[in-house]
């Protein structure tokens, strides 16, 4: 009896334990899948749609504290539109970093 109390909180506490990481892994995704949209919007040149994807995928990536990942993917965005010499694509990205990281840093 002694040993299957032992193994029963061991699984309770695994359970708890991958619970909570389904749960930051269905947020990750949440961020990343405005993110992803915002960038295909961008890609459109579908401006007001892809600032509001960018919008929400800030706020979600807050909540699950990714806000680094997000900054780190929206300069990749950035240098690679800037390296394609479609600079006025990459600007605006550049200003929304600027205000990411003057808002959280």
């Known amino acids: 009896m002694i040993i299957f109390k032992k193994y029963f909180w061991i ?5 708890v334990f991958l619970i909570g990481q389904s749960q930051v892994l269905a947020q990750d995704y949440n961020w990343l899948s405005h993110y992803e949209a915002a960038e295909k919007a961008y890609a459109n040149q579908n401006l007001l749609e892809a600032k509001k994807m960018f919008i929400v995928a800030l706020k979600e990536a807050n909540k699950c504290n990714q806000r680094d ?3 780190q ?5 950035a240098h690679n539109y800037e390296a394609q010499d479609k600079k006025h694509l990459a600007e605006p990205l550049y200003k ?4 990411i990281r003057f808002m959280f840093h």
């Open 11 to 15: 699984m309770a506490v695994s359970l």
């Open 69 to 71: 990942l997000l900054a």
């Open 96 to 99: 929304l970093l600027k205000k």
């Open 73 to 77: 993917k929206l300069e990749g965005l």
